[in-house]
Each structure stands twice: as C-alpha cells, then as structure tokens.
C-alpha cells in the first residue's frame, strides 16, 4: 500500500473540521473490514485515513424514553448483538447483528461503518428500514436525520455527504402489539452475505387484524426493497396462511431482484417468496 497518513482525532469536532477542509483526499475509517480490502484491492487510493477510533462520543448504546434506542456509530456489531438494552427493546435488531458474517468480523466492524459502507448484500439495512429507524450524521456545517429509507443510494452509495460523519442510529419504539422477524438466506457459505433477507415488522390492532404490515427484502437490489401494494393486502386483515401466502405471492411478482453470484434473478424470486411467507410467518409466532 502506498503511503497513507493515518489521523486518529479523539473528538468529533476534530474530526470533522479536517473533514471539511479535506474531504476530497480523506477516506473516514472505522473498524476497518471494509476499507482495508478496498485498499488492499487498490480500488481506492486516499492520502490521509481519518480514524474513528478514537471518538468515545460515538460508542454508547442506550434507551431514551420518546425517542427510542441509540446506538453510536462506532458500536461494533457484536456490542449491539449482544446489548442487554437492544435484545429488551428490539430483540429482531440485536438477532440480526448476530447473523451477520463470523464473530470476527462482528467485533471489529462496526454498525455504522456496516451503514456507510452500502454494499447491497448486508443484513442490518432492511431490518432498520422496517423499523424505520434514522441515521444522525455531523459536519462542521449542520446535523441532521436521514431516515434510513432514504439513507441508501444505490451501490456503496449513501445520502452521507462527503463532510458528514454518521454518529448515531436511532430506532424509534415499537408499539406493543409489534412482532417482527428477520430471515436471512444464505446460498453459498453459512458465514456468507445474504442471497436474500427478509424483514417483516407486524403491527396488530387489539382484535388481532393487522394495522399495518412492513416487510422489506435486503441484498436483492441497490438499495432494501419494499412493495407497498403487497403490504397494502395485509390492512385489516387477520394475518390467516392464505393472506400470508397472497402477500408472499404479490411482493415476489413485483420485485425486480438483480443476478449476481449467489443467484439468479430467477432463482431470488423464488427465495423472496419463501422467504417473505417465512418472515411474515416466524414474526406473528414469536420467534
Ligand atoms: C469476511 C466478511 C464477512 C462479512 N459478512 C457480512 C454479512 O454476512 N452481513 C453483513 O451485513 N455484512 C457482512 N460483512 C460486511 C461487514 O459488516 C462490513 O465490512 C462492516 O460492517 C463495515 O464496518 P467497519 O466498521 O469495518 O467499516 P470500515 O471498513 O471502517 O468502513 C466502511 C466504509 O464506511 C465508511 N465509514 C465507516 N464509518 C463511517 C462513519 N461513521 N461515517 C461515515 N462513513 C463511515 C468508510 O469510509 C468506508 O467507506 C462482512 C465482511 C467481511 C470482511
């Protein structure tokens, strides 16, 4: 690797202010999963690696009343699996931080280097946009929220500008009569990346019908995929096995999932089905 300065700020205001000056010849680096491959493969060529690391600010994971759960950017991915506070609040959250890649990976990389990073193929993103949770992100200009609807782009491509930092997730409280699941189908390696990921947020009505069905497939496309007029077919109904597999039926027909190494486009529709009916399914018994 060619000569790279390496900054390790110890505050975000730091941090940023050499990011406003030199964003254009600075890569952020966090736990280093990521980005060492990409310099290793030489598809990136930065002078100077601006270290999170050292940014203490960035680290907690806690519970707010009203607003929800916040997780620091630089929270690995295994502190947020294992998070007492995650696994009481969002239990769906802190199981898909455990599926993702090996242990070892899981305590280097952090949750939001796993955000930033957008590569399609990643478990948390379809899970946080289902439960519409939000990305705080700072430059030496402004803060501001992005909800993570909007947060993906497109390949490796996010909303983040090239000043902003993101520090902060939050995912806002789940009413309780909320189930959720997360299945993740792997077609190669069980360490893999997902072939396909399916996450399904239930919110029942106290008679037990549905009031409001999300579920949003991850490493099918660009960016998570979610099929309003599939979701729509849930509204006031009871969640029966027929409805399931009429929802199931609708998201796959409308999705236009890409073709890579783990599957065909056809072969992904057939997974979204099964997987979409299973999501649904393991979210309304609970586990
Ligand atoms: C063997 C292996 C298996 C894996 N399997 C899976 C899997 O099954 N599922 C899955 O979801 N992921 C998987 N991953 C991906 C892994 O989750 C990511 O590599 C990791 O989350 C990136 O986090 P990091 O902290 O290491 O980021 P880094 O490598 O440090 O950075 C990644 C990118 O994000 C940018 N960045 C980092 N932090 C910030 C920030 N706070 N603000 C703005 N930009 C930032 C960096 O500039 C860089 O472009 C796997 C990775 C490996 C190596």
Not at 143 to 172: C, H, N, Q, S, W
């Amino acid at each position: 690797m060619p000569n790279i300065k390496l900054l390790q700020p110890t505050s975000l205001d730091e941090a940023l202010s050499h990011l406003s000056a030199k964003s254009d010849e600075t890569k952020i680096i966090s736990g280093g999963t990521a980005l060492v491959i990409m310099l290793k493969n030489r598809l990136i060529a930065p002078a100077t690696l601006l270290s999170l690391a050292g940014l203490q600010e960035l680290r907690g994971i806690r519970h707010e009343p009203g607003i929800g759960l916040r997780i620091g950017a630089l929270a690995t991915i295994r502190e947020a699996e294992t998070s007492l506070v995650i696994r009481e609040r969002q239990p769906i959250l802190a199981q898909t931080f455990g599926k993702v890649g090996n242990i070892r990976v899981r305590h280097a990389a952090t949750v939001g280097g796993n955000l930033s990073e957008a590569d399609y193929a990643s478990d948390p993103p379809c899970v946080l946009v289902a439960l519409r949770a939000r990305a705080k992100a700072r430059s030496a200009r402004a803060e501001r929220e992005i909800p993570l609807m909007d947060f993906f782009k497109g390949f490796y491509e996010t909303a983040l500008a090239p000043d902003e930092i993101l520090t902060e997730l939050i995912v806002p409280d789940a009413l309780p009569e909320t189930r959720a699941a997360y299945v993740k189908y792997v077609s190669r390696s069980s360490e893999d990346r997902p072939c396909v990921g399916m996450a399904a947020v239930v919110e029942n009505q106290a008679d037990g019908s549905c009031k409001s069905l999300r579920l949003v497939a991850g490493a099918v496309a660009e960016t998570p995929q979610e099929i309003a007029s599939a979701e729509a077919l849930a509204g006031g109904k009871r969640l029966t096995d027929t409805v399931i597999d009429e929802i199931a039926d609708a998201y796959s027909s409308a999705i236009e999932p890409l073709s890579d190494l783990r599957g065909s486009a056809w072969y992904r529709k057939q997974i979204i089905r099964v997987m979409a009916r299973r999501a649904m399914q393991q979210a309304l018994d609970g586990h």
